[in-house]
């Protein structure tokens, strides 16, 4: 699962045109409509079990984008990657906001928490680094276990139709001023696993250091590659891996029409909740 090294650097960048805020604000009517944050404290149910309903875990944060908009929201929010580059920049971000929140570095098949959440989220395709059901069962028994109870679970996963039919096998390209990217994809159908090759090109100054005083020569740029695997699934997976880890499935929906799920939706939302123990 080691990933998001060198490219996390520029990995904001490339995902400038992301609708965070949409999807922000579609997340918060989710778990108004599906969940218990009604906005009101709860009677009868003392100030740290408030907290914790009131706290989300955003698992697989990356650089903490989504984290901080829900933060601003007034929601406490945890963030866990296992990715130390992507939570460095996540830091520096709640550096300048000024915002609480708590980054474990953690993978997600064995993350562990201090107490209960209210909900945890795990969007952009997280999940999909899974890359065995055991994986992805040992991850939703540990949500499971960490959710306040009646809590939700929101995540999203590509479809292996989105693998094998749309971007298997392509190359995709893009040229910026100070970086740009050669995305070599390569599908493996009968893992249902799809490979895909980051060659990534930054700008960077070239710095001579003689008499111990550092001089700018210009610039250059440096080429890093990284490789990455992500499994497609299938909603019907997703459902029955929900079912063995203790969770109760609630809905899913097309995640680029908000619409129903169909043979050709790319990306999945799904909504699970804790069932009271």
Known sequence: MEAYTDFASVYDTFMDETPYEEWCEFLVSLLKQYGNDDGKAVENVDENLQQERNSILDLGCGTGTLTELLATKGYDMIGIDNSQEMLQIAMEKREKSGLDILYLLQ??????????????????????????????LQTFRLVNNYLYPDGLFIFDFNTVYKYKEIIGDTTIAENREDCSFIWENYYHSEEEINEYDLTIFVKEPCV?????????????????YENHYQRGYRLEQMKRLLEKAGLAFIKAIDADTHGEVTAQSERIYVIAKEQCK
């Open 208 to 224: 001579s250091n003689q008499d111990n005083e550092e001089e700018e020569m210009g610039e250059y740029f440096r080429r890093f």
């Open 107 to 136: 993978d997600m098949r064995e993350f562990e928490l201090y107490g209960t959440v209210g909900a945890v989220i795990s969007v952009c395709d997280s999940l999909n680094y899974l890359l065995e059901e055991e994986d992805l």
